[in-house]
C-alpha cells in the first residue's frame, strides 16, 4: 500500500446504546480492516439521532480518512444514516428511480406488499452513490466528499459482511493508491497449540516478510481450534487469489492433517466429507456429552445419508442394560471401547464412535473432573480406546469432548487404507 | 431521581479493535444504565493508546456527568487506564499497601507467584479510590474531578458485572440525588408473543406509571423466549426488594404457566426441578434435533439423578429395529407417540419424551420443512401426541423443536395430580 491509511467504524441504533443488541459488526468489519492493512482506532456506536450522529461523523472524520457507518439504513423514521451523510455533505437527498425499482422487485418476490416507508431507502445524497444490495432492501452509500470518504452500510450481519467484502475494501484499498484485490483463506487446524503452529511456520512467515504479501495471521478459536489465515493483495482478484493458492500448498505441505478444512468448513463436515468418500454409515454411543456429539454431526445438512444416530445413555444402568456395557467402571477405555461396539451393532452402522467421562463440577468414582474416554470402532472389528483429561468447567470439557472426538475419528479415517 | 444524569461507555483494548473480541461489556452496562434510569447517548472503544484515551475521557465528559471506562486494568505496560484517569485529573498515580495485600492475597490463594508489574494493579490516581474487586486481582477505580466522575472496571465479564451492579450503579444513583439501591428480576416466559404478554400486563403497566417505581420492561431472548423484567429503586435494598417481591406476585397471577423461571433459571432447569420435585426419570428419543434435546438436559449439574439417556434415531431404518416404531410416516403423531413409549420402556424411566420432524432445507415426505411431531408417555400409560409448524432455518428449527418439547413436558408435569 502506497501509503497508511485510516478508516473509524460507526455504529447506529438505539438499540445498541439500550443494551438490546450486541454490536458484533463493528469487530468484524475491525477485523477486516485490519487484514487489509487499514489503520482503524476508534470503533464508536452513536443512538437513532440527527445531530449527534452528524456530530459523530464530522468528529471521526477530522481525524481519519475514511468512515464506515453500520446501520440506520432502514425504511423507517429512526433510519437516519442516508440523512445524517446528506448533512455532512450540505446537499439534499436524491430519490433514485433505479432502487425504487430495485426495492419492489424484492417485496414482490417474497409476495408481500411494499410499505410506502420503504421508498425511503431509494434516496442517496446528491454526489454520493448507491452501493447495490443483492441479498436486502437496503442499498449501502458511498459518499465521497472533499477528501474523505464515508460508506454506509446495512446492520444485517450478513448483508453488511457481503457489501465490506466486496464493494467497500476494494474501493478502500484503490483509494489507498495500492493493489486493489483482497483475499484471504483461513486454514483451520485442530490439535496443536498456537505456539506450536507459530514455531512450525515461522520460516514462512520470516519468508513472506521482506514482501508483505501475502501475510500468514493466528486467530485463536478457542475450542474450535486455530486458523492460520492467509491474506494476499494483488492488481486483480486472480493475482491475489492465486498467491494465496501457492502459499496454501506451502503450509499445507508444514501442517498436513493438523488441518481439517479450509474457511466456513466444520469439524463435522470433514468427519462427514471422509465417512462420505469412503460410504461409512456412523454410530455413536454418548455419556457426559448427553447428545452433543449427534447434534453437531445433523448441523450439516445431508447428514441422514451418513448418521445412523446417537445412544446418549447418561445412567450407569442404561449403558448396561442396553449397550452391554460389562466393564467395571463406566469411565474406562474398557467401556468406551464397548460403547463403541455397541453403536456399532445397535444402529447397524459401519463405525461407531463412543465418549464416556466426567464432566465435573465433582470427581466420580475417584476420576477428576475431564477425565475422557473414547472409543472408536471401525469397520473389520478394529477397536481403539483412548484416555484424555480435558481442561475447564462442566461445559468447556463436553465442548472439547466432543471435538477431540470428532477429530480423532478424522485422523482414523484418513489413515484408512 | 430528582435529575437527569447522563453516563457514557468507553471500551478500552486494541484487541477490540482488531475484532479479535467482541465487545459485550458496553451493550451490558448500557441495558444496567437503561434500566437505572440513566441515559447513555454514546460508547466507545479506544486501543491502548494513552493519548487517544486522555482525548477520549475529555471529549466524553465534555457533554456528560459521568463515565464508565471498562478494561485497561491488567498489570501490563499496554494496561494504561489507570494512568490515562490520572493524566484527566492531573495527578500522580499513588501506590495503595492495602491493595498490594489484597493482590498478592489472590495469587498465594491460586498457588501462584505474583510477578513484579501486577503491583501496578495497586496504583491509584490520587484524589480517586479504588473500587474493591473480591473475585479478581484487578481493582477498580472511582475518580471524582471537579463536577464530573469516572468509574473504572476490569473487562473480565463476571468481574465487571459484579462491580457495575453492586458498586457503580449505587454510587451514580445517590450522585444523581436519587434512591440509591436498585433491584431487578427476570421473569422468564414461554409460549406467548412479545404483544400478547404486552396486551396481559398492559394495566399493571399503566398502574405503575404514575409512580415510575417498580418499572415493567420486555426483553425478547429469541427462541429461549420472553422475559418480563421487574425493577425497583429504594432508600434501601430491603425496600427495593419488597417492590419487586410484590409486582411479581401481581404479574405471576396474571401471566400464570407462562412464567418457567426467574433470571438465571432455564427451561432445563425447570424441567428438571419439575421432575426432580415428582421422583420422576427422564428418557428421550429424538430424530430431528439430532441430541439436542440430551445436550441441554445434561447442561444442569445433578442431571444425573433424574435423566437416563436419549435415544438419537436420526435413520429410518433405526427409528424402525430400534424403537420398534411402526407407523408409517416416522414424521407423524403416531410415530412421535410410539417413539416416547420406547424411550420410557427402554431407558427404564418414568416420562418419555420424543420429537421427530422435518429440520429443512428440503422436504421430507411430503412435509414442508418445519413441521414436527412431539410424543410424551407419561406415568401410568397416557401417551400424548402434538403436532406443530416451526418456523425458520434448519438450525432454528431443531433449536426451536428442542425448546418447545421441553415446555411441554414442564406443562404436562405441573399439571399431573
Redesign the interface.
Known amino acids: 500500500m502506497s501509503r497508511a491509511m485510516r478508516c473509524e467504524v460507526l455504529a447506529i441504533g438505539t438499540e ?9 459488526n ?7 480492516l ?1 487484514l487489509a492493512g487499514i489503520d ?8 437513532d ?1 440527527l445531530d ?1 450522529i452528524v456530530a ?1 461523523i464530522e ?1 471521526l472524520l477530522s481525524r481519519s480518512d475514511a468512515l464506515i457507518i453500520c446501520g440506520g439504513l432502514g425504511p423507517t423514521q429512526d433510519d437516519l444514516t442516508r440523512d445524517a451523510i446528506a448533512a455532512w455533505m450540505e446537499v439534499p437527498l436524491i430519490r433514485h428511480d433505479d432502487l425504487v425499482e430495485h426495492i419492489a422487485k424484492m417485496f414482490s418476490a417474497r409476495a408481500r406488499d411494499m410499505p410506502q416507508n420503504n421508498l425511503r431507502q431509494a434516496d442517496v445524497p446528491e454526489g454520493a452513490e448507491a452501493i447495490p444490495n443483492p441479498i436486502g432492501t437496503a442499498p449501502g452509500v458511498r459518499a465521497p466528499h472533499r477528501d474523505k470518504v464515508i460508506y454506509a452500510v446495512p446492520g444485517v450481519p450478513y448483508e453488511m459482511q457481503k457489501m465490506i467484502s466486496e464493494q467497500v475494501l476494494p474501493d478502500l484499498l484503490e483509494r489507498a493508491g495500492g493493489r486493489a484485490a483482497i483475499v484471504s483463506r483461513s486454514l483451520k487446524t485442530w490439535g496443536a497449540s498456537e505456539s506450536g503452529i507459530a514455531e512450525m511456520v515461522a520460516h514462512r512467515v520470516d519468508a513472506l516478510e521482506a514482501a508483505g504479501n501475502p501475510t500468514i495471521a493466528f ?1 485463536a478459536r478457542g475450542i474450535e481450534g486455530l486458523v492460520v489465515r492467509i491474506t494476499a493483495k494483488g492488481a486483480s482478484l486472480a493475482e491475489a487469489e492465486a498467491l494465496v493458492e501457492a502459499e496454501e500448498v506451502e503450509l499445507r505441505a508444514i501442517l498436513g492433517d493438523l488441518v481439517f478444512g479450509v474457511d466456513d468448513e466444520t469439524m463435522e463436515h470433514a468427519v462427514l466429507k471422509a465417512l462420505h468418500a469412503r460410504k461409512l ?1 456412523l454410530g ?1 454411543a ?1 455419556s ?8 453437531r ?3 450439516v ?1 445431508g ?2 445419508d451418513t ?9 450407569t ?2 449403558k448396561r ?2 449397550l452391554d456395557v460389562v466393564a467395571s467402571s463406566v469411565v474406562s477405555e474398557a467401556a468406551a471401547k464397548e460403547m463403541a461396539g455397541a453403536a456399532r451393532r ?3 452402522a459401519d463405525v461407531g464412535i463412543a465418549a464416556t467421562g466426567v ?1 465435573g ?1 465433582t470427581e466420580q468414582d475417584g476420576l477428576a473432573p475431564g477425565t475422557v474416554c473414547f472409543g472408536i470402532a471401525l469397520p473389520g472389528g478394529v477397536v481403539e480406546g483412548v484416555t484424555t483429561r480435558l481442561p475447564g468447567d ?2 468447556r470439557v ?1 465442548q472439547f469432548a466432543t471435538i477431540s472426538l470428532l477429530n480423532l475419528l478424522r485422523m482414523r479415517l484418513d489413515a484408512l487404507p
Chains 1, 2 share one sequence.
Open positions: 445498541l446504546l439500550l443494551g438490546q443488541i450486541v454490536d458484533t463493528s469487530a468484524w468489519i475491525g477485523e477486516q485490519a482503524s482506532y476508534e470503533h464508536r456506536v452513536i443512538g439521532n449527534r459523530a468528529d486467530l454409515t455413536i454418548e457426559l456429552t448427553g447428545g452433543l456429539i449427534g447434534a454431526i445433523v448441523n445438512p447428514a441422514s448418521f445412523k444416530g446417537s445412544l446418549v445413555t447418561y445412567a444402568d442404561v442394560d442396553l445397535l444402529l447397524d464432566a463440577p462442566r461445559e463436553r
